[in-house]
C-alpha cells in the first residue's frame, strides 16, 4: 500500500520557523516529482512548492519565495519543506503529494497525503 505520511506541523508564532516531513512507503519516489500543497480554511488547494527527480530542480509559488525551501533525499524516501520567517497567512493544511511528471503533480498527483496543520499566531 502506498503511503505519504507527513509530519512536523505545529503552532508557532509568526516569524518562526517549522519543518514539515513526508515519508513515503510502499514503493520508490525516485523517479518522483514531489510537491507541497497547502489549503487554508474557506480557500482552495494551491501549490507551494516542488522538486524534480532528475535534477533536483526546484519551484514555489511567489507568496513562499525566499522563506521556504523543499528537499528531498530519496536514500530515505521523503521530501521536506523547511518553511522560515512564517506569517499568519501560511496557515493551512500542508499536504505531500506525488507524481511522474511535473505537469501530472501541479494537475492531479497521483498520490497525496493525508495532510499536517500549520497554525501561525500573529
Known amino acids: 500500500q502506498v503511503q505519504l505520511v507527513e509530519s512536523g506541523g505545529g503552532l508557532v508564532q509568526a516569524g518562526g520557523s517549522l519543518r514539515l516531513s513526508c515519508a513515503a512507503s510502499?514503493?520508490?519516489?525516485?523517479?518522483?516529482?514531489m510537491g507541497w500543497f497547502r489549503q487554508a480554511p474557506g480557500k482552495e488547494r494551491e501549490f507551494v512548492a516542488l522538486?524534480?527527480?532528475?535534477?533536483?530542480?526546484?519551484y514555489y509559488a511567489n507568496s513562499v519565495k525566499g522563506r521556504f525551501t523543499i528537499s528531498r533525499d530519496d536514500a530515505e524516501n521523503t521530501v521536506y519543506l523547511q518553511m522560515s520567517s512564517l506569517k499568519h497567512e501560511d496557515t493551512a493544511v500542508y499536504y505531500c503529494?506525488?507524481?511522474?511528471?511535473?505537469?501530472?503533480?501541479?494537475?492531479?498527483?497521483?498520490?497525496w497525503g493525508q495532510g499536517t496543520q500549520v497554525t501561525v499566531s500573529s
Open positions: 510502499g514503493r520508490t519516489f525516485s523517479r518522483y516529482a
Open positions: 522538486i524534480t527527480w532528475s535534477d533536483y530542480s526546484t
Open positions: 503529494a506525488a507524481a511522474p511528471t511535473i505537469p501530472a503533480l501541479t494537475t492531479a498527483p497521483n498520490y
